[in-house]
Structure formats: C-alpha cells, structure tokens
C-alpha cells in the first residue's frame, strides 16, 4: 500500500503538454500501483522504505492529475489480498495509512479536492475507521479532483456485495428479478459513487489487473508502465495520458460510426 498524500503547493509545470484538436482527457484514471518492494530490494532496503518512497509518486501524480484536469484519480493502495503479506509489513503500512489521514487531509481540503476511501473499512483498526469518516465528512463538499483510494478493496468482493445487496431487496420484496439491471447493479456496488474508469495504468512491468474495480474497467484503456512505482511521477503520467488521448474508444461501435458521430 502506498498512502495517499497531497503534494505541497507548486506552481504548474509550464511543460505540462496541451490538448491538440480532437484530443480528449479522460475523466477518471486508476492507477494500480506496483513496484515498491521490487524498487527497495534493488537498493538493500526494507520495503517499507519502498513504501515510503512510493510516497513521493503519489504526491507528483496527484498534482499533475490536478493540474491535468482530471476529474477523478484513484489509487489502489492495499487489496483485501495484501493482509497475506509478512505481519510487519502489514502493520507499518497501516501505520502509513494512519499517519496520511491525519496529516494530509487538511491539505486536501484545502486544494477543494474531495476524498473518498472504498473498501472493506471493518477490516480496520477502530482509529483508522475513525479518520476515514473525518476526513470524508471534512472534503465532501469539494468541487475539486475527486480522490479515491481503495484500500482492501477487491473487485469481486465489490460485484459479490452488490449481488447480496440486490437479493435482500428481492427477498424484502423492493425489487422484482426482472428489474435487475446494469444501472441498479451499479447503485448497489459499494464504489457507486466512482463512474466508470477511461484509463488504467498499472506500473512495474505487470501486465494484470489483480481484482480492482473489475466492474468500472468494463471499457477502460489499460496503460502498462515499465516504471516501478517509485519512479513513477509526473512526467510518467503524461505520457500515458497522451498515449490515451490518441486512441479511438469504440464502445462496440465500427470506425464508420465513431466518424459519423463525430461529423
């Protein structure tokens, strides 16, 4: 996991690459970010050193996400599986987590970003759960980039929570079989309020999704980096937007089509 963190206010990067004609940003980037203890391993370190250094990634990419005009960002930063990994490492991660949302949220507020945490929060300690809601309630209002983090989150966890939620509404008798369908399944998911991901970046090599937001990526562009997470900054970021920006997104429909719409 790497902790959400609020870069330090900067002035915009006058290189930051404009939009040409008929290039369009996408809306909502997810980012799965990877490579932290590789990254620390190549230099003889812990890796919650890599953690921590991956700190510094999540401070860039927000900014440049910011300044990029991103509408929503996220970023998984724990799945429900990494409570595998050693005991130690777990618990200096939730350390980590700890010590972001009580030191950075002011900042984000302050930057009129809003902050959302998806995922199973019971699995957390009472005093991570407790800063979760306070730092929500403190952003909701923001009309800013919209920050997601999931953190033990996993996707199918999410469709499978969904799936109950519609059959207790089925067997209240709220809802009838026949009317389940795309959009309902989308209230119902825990991640509702997050709409469907334009670009997924995934960082260190790895070429897999590993169970995030499964449902929202149904038509995301997928961007895989070479960077290991910690080397993963602004200047990384753009060039898979602008990789984005030249694609075609069909969404089923044939090239004729896309053109004819764009007529």
């Not at 930051?16 to 620390?40: F, K, Y």
């Not at 991103?70 to 777990?90: D, G, I, Q, Y």
């Not at 991901?197 to 790895?206: A, F, K, V, W």
């Not at 999704?209 to 038509?219: G, H, I, R």
């Amino acid at each position: 996991m790497t902790s959400p963190q609020l870069p330090e206010e900067q002035p915009s990067d006058a290189s930051t690459p404009p939009l040409t004609a008929g290039e369009v940003m996408p809306s909502h980037v997810a980012i799965i970010m990877d490579g932290n203890n590789r990254w620390a391993r190549a230099r003889g370190l812990s890796g919650v050193r890599g953690h921590r250094a991956g700190v510094e990634a999540v401070r860039a990419v927000i900014q440049r996400a910011a300044e990029r005009q991103v509408k929503t960002l996220s970023l998984f930063a724990f799945s429900s599986e990494n409570w595998r990994r050693p005991a130690a490492e777990v618990n200096a991660l939730m350390e980590l987590f700890l010590m972001a949302l009580k030191r950075e949220v002011k900042k984000l507020n302050d930057r009129n970003i809003r902050l959302s945490i998806i995922g199973e929060q019971r699995g957390f300690s009472h005093a991570i759960q407790k800063y979760i809601h306070r730092a929500e309630a403190l952003t909701a209002n923001n009309t800013g980039m919209h920050l997601v983090i999931a953190a033990n989150y996993g996707g199918q966890w999410d469709i499978a929570r969904a799936a109950q939620t519609l059959a207790e509404q089925v067997a209240r008798g709220e809802l009838k079989p026949d009317e389940i369908d795309e959009t309902c399944f989308d209230e119902a998911m825990g991640s509702s309020n997050v709409p469907p991901i334009d670009l997924c970046i995934r960082t260190s090599g790895e070429q897999r999704l590993s169970n995030f937001m499964l449902w929202q990526l149904a038509y995301a562009e997928l961007h895989f980096s070479p960077l290991l997470w910690p080397d993963f900054g602004a200047e990384a970021l753009d060039v898979a937007l602008n990789d984005f920006c030249k694609r075609r997104r069909r969404f089923g429909m044939t090239d004729q089509q896309i053109e004819a719409q764009g007529a």
